[in-house]
């Protein structure tokens, strides 16, 4: 598969002459937070754009932001950044493409029923939330232990500072890096956990 972080623009995995179709995002890791616009290519979504190509994540008018979401004044026309740098993809609500929440397909076992669960999430400088579709065979071990997707998708999610738990951030859509997650539960095991913060839109 070809690399389309360093791809000429119209080029694409599915072929060349692509449509450019732009979103809205957010790149989190343990030392950037960066917003910026990406091309879908010839993908449907965002996710499968994501699970589905190697390489360095292009954005176009990159703004660096604060650990808060804020923005710097730091905007550089064309960032290439490191996948394995990424401990996950956001979008906020209104970013939101459709087609990630509706009923799941994708390109991964499409005929496949799916269910919703609650999750909590762990990485290194972020407690996650939200919800993700699971295979109805998939208890959380199994979850954890499955290398696939690498970038999964999580809707509704909120994501808390481990560094500063007043900082909450909220998104319509993140996709977790695999590789960054260092613990997982089903929220009905973790029980209720009340905690105030600053919420950052």
Not at 89 to 101: C, H, Y
Not at 169 to 188: C, K, P, Y
Not at 193 to 200: D, F, L
């Amino acid at each position: 598969m070809s690399d389309w972080g360093t791809a000429p623009i119209g080029f694409g995995p599915l072929g060349s002459g692509a449509e450019d179709r732009q979103e809205q995002i957010e790149l989190v890791g343990p030392h950037l937070r960066v917003s910026g616009c990406i091309s879908l290519l010839r993908f449907t979504r965002l996710s499968d754009l994501i699970n589905h190509s190697r390489g360095f994540v292009k954005l176009r008018d990159a703004g660096l932001l604060r650990r808060n979401g804020d923005p710097t004044g730091l905007v550089v026309p064309e960032l290439m950044v490191n996948q394995d740098e990424i401990t996950f993809i956001g979008q906020k609500v209104g970013d939101v493409n459709p087609a990630e929440t509706a009923l799941p397909g994708g390109m991964d076992r499409p005929l496949m029923e799916r269910t919703p669960r609650e999750l909590v999430i762990f990485t290194p400088g972020h407690t996650l939330t939200g919800t993700i579709y699971l295979f109805a065979e998939t208890d959380v071990a199994a979850f954890v232990d499955s290398p696939d997707p690498r970038f999964v998708p999580m809707i509704n999610a909120t994501a808390r500072s481990l560094a500063d738990r007043r900082v909450i951030s909220h998104f319509g859509l993140i996709l977790v890096n695999r590789t960054q997650m260092t613990a997982a539960s089903l929220l009905e095991m973790a029980g209720v956990a009340v905690e105030s913060g600053v919420a950052v839109e």
